[in-house]
């Protein structure tokens, strides 16, 4: 699978912004997607997941009620909207994949997916 992300760039605390990561090489239908995000000096964490039927999904508690993960079977994108972002949001986003089985759940290690994309900085000025 080859993941391309897109979207990230330079906003003023507050702002938002959408990401992207487009699916190649695999169906998109048997892929759990999951964004993650690395700033400096800090371990990757998961950001968002999505399930194969996009029904169970994972937030980690610091984006709850801002962040919105999403996908697209049919452009084989998952999309990361992101409101009312913080200084503390500046990191590299990753979307990561893995194949799965069952429709209904998630996964936030980093170690179990295999497929990740390039990254994408996003940038939170106060």
Not at 2 to 12: D, E, K, N, P, T
Not at 32 to 56: C, H, N, T, Y
Not at 73 to 89: C, F, G, H, I, R
């Given at each position: 699978?080859?993941l391309q992300?897109?979207?990230?760039?330079?906003?003023?605390?507050?702002?938002?912004l959408?990401?992207?990561?487009?699916?190649?090489?695999?169906?998109?239908?048997?892929?759990i997607?999951?964004?993650?995000?690395?700033g400096?000096?800090?371990?990757?964490e998961?950001?968002a997941?999505?399930s194969?039927?996009g029904?169970?999904?994972y937030?980690?508690?610091?984006?709850?009620g801002?962040?919105?993960?999403?996908?697209?079977?049919?452009?084989?994108?998952v999309?990361?909207?992101m409101?009312?972002?913080?200084?503390?949001?500046?990191?590299?986003?990753?979307?990561a994949?893995?194949?799965?089985?069952?429709?209904n759940?998630?996964?936030t290690?980093?170690r179990?997916?295999?497929?990740?994309?390039?990254?994408?900085?996003?940038?939170?000025?106060?």
């Amino acid at each position: 699978v080859q993941l391309q992300a897109s979207g990230g760039g330079l906003v003023q605390a507050g702002g938002s912004l959408r990401l992207s990561c487009a699916a190649s090489g695999r169906a998109f239908i048997y892929l759990i997607m999951a964004w993650f995000r690395q700033g400096p000096g800090k371990e990757r964490e998961a950001v968002a997941a999505i399930s194969l039927s996009g029904d169970e999904i994972y937030y980690t508690d610091s984006v709850k009620g801002r962040f919105t993960i999403s996908r697209d079977d049919a452009k084989s994108t998952v999309y990361l909207q992101m409101n009312s972002l913080k200084p503390e949001d500046t990191a590299v986003y990753l979307c990561a994949a893995v194949n799965a089985i069952y429709p209904n759940y998630y996964l936030t290690r980093a170690r179990d997916y295999t497929n990740w994309g390039q990254g994408t900085l996003v940038t939170v000025s106060s």
